[in-house]
């Protein structure tokens, strides 16, 4: 579902899709300046286990200690206002984590806060929490 006030449109609402479809990519494909650039400098990154990452940490994490197998999202809610953007929506993945060698696969519903930065869209939030 794809909400926006009345300035934005639907369009720009699939670009915000379009971004998380990149950073899926990226996380998939271990792009660490491609992940580093669509994130703002300020980011919150609330894992589904409740670990909190700002961005040095988070991208830390993905490139030592995380190997993401699989992503998929579906069933994304996109709302604009002005120079933010929130998506809402389900995310199963299935992720490897190195320092224990187990793989996890996670049910989760995520909450992310896309802003309007000087030259694109950058993920200033991003908090997970387990489905039911």
Not at 29 to 45: E, N, Q
Request: charged share 35%; proline share 2%; no cysteine.
């Amino acid at each position: 579902m794809i909400e926006s006030d009345k300035d934005s449109g639907p369009i720009l609402a699939r670009d915000i899709i379009r971004l998380e479809e990149q950073r899926v990519a990226a996380l998939l494909h271990k792009d660490m300046a491609g992940l580093r650039d669509m994130l703002s400098d300020d980011l919150i990154h609330i894992h589904g286990t409740g670990r909190i990452e700002d961005k040095a940490a988070y991208l830390k994490s993905v490139e030592e200690r995380l190997i993401f197998k699989a992503i998929s999202r579906h069933d994304l809610t996109v709302r604009i206002f002005g120079d933010i953007a929130i998506m809402t929506g389900p995310i199963d993945q299935t992720l490897h984590y190195r320092d224990s060698d187990q793989v996890n696969e996670m049910r989760a519903v995520t909450t992310q806060i896309w802003r309007a930065e000087e030259d694109r869209w950058r993920l200033v939030s991003f908090h997970a929490s387990k489905r039911a």
